[in-house]
């Protein structure tokens, strides 16, 4: 696919782009240009859940994704036709797609992000925060405390109040129709985060894993899936967090923690 593979990023009072750039469209097909604008899509609203250097100064005015071509080479009314479809509108030559901001839908959601986006600690769970706490613990704290203020949420650290992250992240109370909209990467860092500890203190069978190149994948577990697999494994909560914001029902934290204990209990009896 001639898209670039790396999204360029533009900011202009508050309002971020990021950019994809197409090369030769003339040379791609209208179901071969589909999908390769939905890998950038894809690789757009990663982006925008995930890169913090976006959320630098707080909360984005706009986030938008915006397909650029070179001057000579014109798209085809079927490849224009395929942008339209997938909400993009035309401006000075080229397509840009909004993405919805959850803190413009609800004042609930941009209070509990503008105190996550200040208070977070975005790196390595498993690190001290300080002389008292881990980074997961203070992160849990936070978004306990936040929660409640802002949206009269009351997470009580049981592994049952996993289940209302699940729904938080889903805006279920805002708009009954799941879509895709842009949460900031300091929530899903604490949900993820949130639900890792929790997880930590319900299930003897999970802990935080000692290997420092497990940064991604913290959170580990001894014994089998399966009688056919090998014993140990690791977890992303936080990647987990990400991909309930980006493709909705299908990724839940609490299926993730809940399915692994069932597993590991299941093929050890």
């Known amino acids: 696919m001639p898209f670039t593979a790396n999204m360029f990023i533009a900011q202009e009072a508050g309002l971020w782009q990021l950019i994809g750039i197409y090369y030769e469209p003339q040379q791609e097909d209208a179901p071969a240009f ?4 939905r890998q950038v899509i894809d690789r757009a609203r990663w982006s ?14 706009g986030i938008s994704l915006r397909i650029v071509h070179r001057e000579e080479d014109r798209l085809t009314p079927a490849q224009e036709e395929v942008l339209q ?43 001290p925060h300080d002389e008292h706490t881990s980074v997961a613990v203070h992160n849990m704290n936070v978004l ?5 203020t802002a949206l009269g949420l009351d997470l009580d650290g049981s592994f049952e109040s996993v289940k209302k992250l699940d729904e938080l992240l889903l805006m279920e109370e805002v708009e009954p ?40 994948h913290p959170l580990a577990f001894e014994g089998s899936l399966t009688p056919e697999s090998g014993s140990g494994g690791k977890m992303n909560p936080r990647g987990k967090a990400r991909k309930r914001c980006l493709y909705g029902a ?6 993730l923690i809940a399915v692994v204990i069932n597993m590991l209990r299941r093929n050890r009896s």
Request: hydrophobic letters at 40%.
């Open 34 to 37: 589909a999908e390769g604008l």
């Open 85 to 127: 479809e997938n909400g993009f509108v035309q401006s000075a030559g080229d397509w840009s797609q909004p993405f919805p901001l959850s803190w413009e839908l609800d004042e609930g959601y941009r209070a509990l992000q503008e105190e996550l986006v200040r208070r977070v600690d975005p790196r390595d769970p498993r690190l």
């Open 177 to 216: 129709e799941w879509r895709f909209r842009v949460l900031s990467p300091a929530t899903l860092i604490a949900c993820g985060d949130y639900t890792a500890e929790v997880a930590v203190r319900t299930f003897p069978e999970l802990h935080w894993s000692d290997d420092k190149a497990d940064e991604a």
């Open 250 to 255: 299908g990724d839940s934290l609490y299926s």
């Open 144 to 148: 306990m405390e936040a929660a409640r």
């Open 48 to 61: 925008a859940v995930s890169n913090e250097m976006l959320y630098r100064e707080g909360l984005p005015k």
